[in-house]
């Protein structure tokens, strides 16, 4: 069955680094999304992107973060400067057009020092 | 005001029984759906099941069923015949607009489902 895939599964970085995690949505897939899960709480939308452009995003993701879909494959999440509020499990997520159901990858979780 | 809102922080359950795990919503778009994720301690989200507003019978997949009473804006889980393996947090989550349309999900807190042998 196909399945988003996400690298790394757990990255540690220093606060100030930059960090990138990458997705590989599901093939058919149109829309694509990142969501982050802080520790303890509640799963929370970050960003969509729809046709090459980011179609809504959420007051988390401010200058710091960026996405983009470098080569029709990967869906990248980069933050530019990490700081230790953005320890998280970040998911991404992918649909078809025509289905109500979001899937989502395995999560990558990201540990700011 | 919350838009999900799962009242059960945790719930016990015996193996082989049934559990319903609430979850009430709030939103005025007459189009909308509900989704039931399961995270374990491993921390992937499984799709579970989904519910569009408009929908006439309650989603049922295997196990799971959906209890969907829109007069009451309520859309609770229901597993039946809990296994040791269904332990694990249960989120319910919104999509607000129409199906093919572009959409966010606002998801509640969850629900840390333990199953007892």
């Known amino acids: 069955e196909p399945e988003v895939t996400q690298t790394p599964s757990h990255q540690v970085t220093q606060m100030g680094q930059e960090v990138i995690l990458r997705c590989v949505p599901i093939?058919?897939?149109?829309?694509f999304y990142w969501y982050r899960q802080i520790l303890g709480q509640k799963v929370e939308f970050l960003v969509s992107?729809?046709?090459?452009?980011?179609?809504?995003k959420s007051e988390i993701f401010d200058d710091q973060f960026s996405v983009e879909r470098p080569d029709g494959s990967n869906f990248t999440l980069k933050i530019r400067s990490t700081k230790l509020e953005d320890s998280a499990m970040y998911f991404c997520?992918?649909?078809?057009?025509?289905?109500?159901?979001?899937?989502f990858g395995e999560g990558s979780r990201l540990t700011v020092l | 005001a919350q838009k999900i809102t799962q009242t059960q922080p945790g719930m016990f359950v015996q193996e082989k029984e049934a559990v319903t795990l609430d979850c009430t919503y709030d939103?005025?778009?007459?189009?909308?759906?509900l989704f039931w994720y399961k995270q374990p301690s491993s921390g992937e989200m499984i799709f579970l099941i989904y519910?569009?507003?408009?929908?006439?019978q309650n989603a049922t997949e295997g196990r799971y069923s959906l209890n969907f009473q829109k007069a009451r804006k309520s859309a609770n889980l229901v597993i039946s015949a809990s296994q040791l393996g269904d332990s694990a947090m249960y989120f319910c989550?919104?999509?607000?607009?129409?199906?093919?349309?572009?959409?966010?999900?606002?998801f509640g807190k969850g629900t840390l489902l333990t199953v007892n042998p």
């Open positions: 989550a919104m999509r607000e607009g129409r199906e093919g349309s572009n959409y966010k999900l606002t």
């Open positions: 992107f729809y046709n090459n452009e980011i179609s809504e």
């Open positions: 997520a992918s649909r078809r057009q025509d289905l109500g159901e979001l899937f």
């Open positions: 519910q569009g507003s408009y929908d006439q």
């Open positions: 939103t005025s778009d007459p189009s909308y759906g």
């Open positions: 093939s058919n897939h149109l829309y």
